[in-house]
């Protein structure tokens, strides 16, 4: 199904012969010896993995640069970020180098770069895709946190029937055989081809970070054109808001503290200035944090409470995953009385920024977030 197209694959996904190093110098001694699951399942399906899209260091910014690589740039505008973490295959596919490209998602990482860079990004819900081989940005290529918030791999290209033909020809028995967390569900086609009518929800801000005119506008254009297809386009009010969902996010990562994993990870190597703020944030000594959470604005001052240095107590972890699943719990609960069949929203709140902004405006990232706490 996919015979003979040409495919960029972010750049911590295993291709054989290539370096998967997750924008740390330390990677650059291992050299690939075989493909990651997700990569031998699209050769199978005939297509030409040719080329890895750049990453962010330690790939976990809305913007791409690392010390290895160098600093991807928005082909709409070479002033401007493509957004991360999948930054280099949003503009790989922006720029036609190629129509379709591989990238993964734990906070926006595909949804990010292809709404900067104008083109198609799905995350697929959490496991329906597999991670299995991919390298993962942390000390001995673990990572707790994504136990309950998982990183799943999805496409970018530039329609959405590209992207279509992508999760139908990787939902094979290939890949639930070579990954038991996979559900075996093949694509539904009737389904995805079915021309019913249906009922979608819609809001333009989350409370948290109010979105600019454009993002607004974005949506009431969306909404207007499925209005005018026949659908059934109604305002949702949301069960929680955007203070909790970003809180949450930043809270599951921040348990451990200090960026411990990540710093780990580096192994000598310093930090890209992107991260300063997190960073500098995460190694606050606890007792100062009070008095600076009440000399700055309220949404910094949720940001910083959400870690502690020297990582917090287990209770307070297991307090955090169990407001994961209570959030889970209202999404359903509001949808489903609703009787929603879909949810439009921003994507990101602001339009590409310019290079190096990304540390300063993470908490714009918030409308991705949900859909990763969600699954």
């Not at 093949?186 to 454009?214: H, M, N, R």
């Not at 969306?222 to 203070?243: E, N, Q, R, Y």
């Not at 930043?250 to 200090?258: C, P, Q, R, S």
Request: proline fraction near 6%; aromatic fraction near 8%.
């Amino acid at each position: 199904p996919l015979y003979g197209v040409p495919v960029s694959v972010k750049e911590h996904l295993s291709l054989r012969g290539s370096y998967s190093t997750g924008g740390l110098a330390c990677r650059l001694n291992q050299k690939d010896t075989k493909d990651s699951l997700i990569v031998q399942v699209i050769r199978s399906a005939g297509a030409i993995p040719m080329c890895s899209g750049n990453v962010p260091q330690i790939m976990m910014l809305p913007e791409t640069y690392n010390r290895i690589w160098g600093r991807s740039r928005n082909p709409w505008d070479l002033c401007r970020s493509t957004g991360g973490s999948s930054g280099g295959d949003a503009a790989l596919v922006a720029a036609r180098c190629v129509p379709l490209a591989i990238g993964s998602d734990v906070a926006g990482s595909i949804r990010i770069p292809a709404s900067f860079c104008g083109i198609v990004g799905f995350k697929p819900t959490a496991y329906r895709v597999s991670g299995k081989g991919n390298m993962k940005a942390r000390k001995n290529n673990r990572s707790g946190t994504s136990a309950v918030i998982p990183v799943v791999c999805g496409p970018l290209a530039r329609t959405v029937d590209d992207c279509a033909q992508f999760m139908k020809a990787v939902l094979v028995p290939e890949m639930f055989q070579g990954d038991s967390s996979v559900p075996p569900l093949p694509f539904d086609v009737d389904s995805y081809q079915s021309k019913a009518k249906l009922k979608i929800g819609y809001f333009d801000t989350d409370g948290w970070f109010e979105p600019c005119l454009t993002s607004k506008r974005a949506v009431r254009e969306a909404i207007d054109a499925l209005t005018k297809a026949g659908h059934t386009c109604v305002p949702f009010k949301l069960p929680t808001d955007g203070w909790i969902s970003y809180g949450l996010l930043v809270a599951i990562n921040a348990a451990e503290g200090n960026f411990r994993s990540f710093v780990e990870a580096l192994e000598g190597e310093q930090m890209i200035s992107e991260y300063d703020t997190l960073h500098q944030a995460s190694n606050l000594p606890n007792l100062l944090k009070p008095v600076i959470m009440a000399l700055i604005d309220k949404r910094r001052g949720h940001l910083l409470k959400q870690g502690r240095n020297g990582g917090v107590p287990v209770w307070d972890l297991w307090q955090s995953v169990a407001k994961v699943l209570e959030l889970r719990q209202k999404w359903d609960n509001a949808v489903r009385e609703a009787g929603l069949d879909a949810i439009v929203h921003p994507a990101m709140p602001i339009p590409a920024i310019q290079h190096g902004l990304s540390g300063k405006l993470t908490a714009s990232c918030s409308y991705m977030f949900l859909a990763n706490l969600l699954q």
